[in-house]
Structure formats: structure tokens, C-alpha cells
Nanobody, 115 residues
Framework: QVQLVESGGGLVQAGGSLSLSCSASGDITRLSSMSWFRQVPGKQREWVAAITSSGTTNYADSMKGRFTISRDNAKNTMYLQMNSLRPEDTAVYYC?????????WGQGTQVTVSS
């Protein structure tokens, strides 16, 4: 079993920055790709970015150039550095990790960007 815990959310003004963390614990040896998603109430969960175990990254188009995903395998932690934040980035941000047979999700952390 794997547990994921996000942290780092909060309130920030438009144009500001936040850094999210996702700490993994439990049987993490078989985790491969890890991702960030976000969700606004009443809307579908939206993929933000992903990173493989070897460090290859991918981003949703609207996040390219503003968000940076990274991971520290020694610390079992994934990060999301968010710059130039916009009000439309307001959402609950979730991390997800892929195991052999299933995926795991954190409980989410709220990010609110004021205009």
C-alpha cells in the first residue's frame, strides 16, 4: 500500500508563486510515473503534469513555461513549482502515482489565486 500526502497549497495573488509537494510512503519501490492533477468543483479532474521515474516530464499546454514538475527519489517526494499564477489556476491539486496494478491518489491541497 502507498500513501501520498500533498502539501504547500494556499492563497496567493495573481502573478505569484507556490510550490507543492507530494510525499510518498509505504511500498513505493514499484512506483513509476507520478503526476499532478487539479480539480475545480463541478468540473472534471484535469491533468497538469507528469514525471517518470527517470525524470522525463510532460505538461498540459496551459502549464508549459509556468509550472515545473520534479521529483527526488531519495526523499520519495514529487514537487510542482508554480509561477505566474492566474486566478484560473485556483483548484484542489492532487498527486497521483502509478504502481504495478493500480494508481494511488493523495487527498489534495487547495490552491487559491486571487485577482
Amino acid at each position: 500500500q502507498v500513501q501520498l500526502v500533498e502539501s504547500g497549497g494556499g492563497l496567493v495573488q495573481a502573478g505569484g508563486s507556490l510550490s507543492l509537494s507530494c510525499s510518498a510512503s509505504g511500498d513505493i519501490t514499484r512506483l513509476s510515473s507520478m503526476s499532478w492533477f487539479r480539480q475545480v468543483p463541478g468540473k472534471q479532474r484535469e491533468w497538469v503534469a507528469a514525471i517518470t521515474s527517470s525524470g522525463t516530464t510532460n505538461y498540459a499546454d496551459s502549464m508549459k513555461g509556468r509550472f515545473t514538475i520534479s521529483r527526488d527519489n531519495a526523499k520519495n517526494t514529487m514537487y510542482l513549482q508554480m509561477n505566474s499564477l492566474r486566478p484560473e489556476d485556483t483548484a484542489v491539486y492532487y498527486c497521483r502515482a502509478l504502481g504495478l496494478n493500480r494508481d494511488y491518489w493523495g487527498q489534495g491541497t487547495q490552491v487559491t489565486v486571487s485577482s
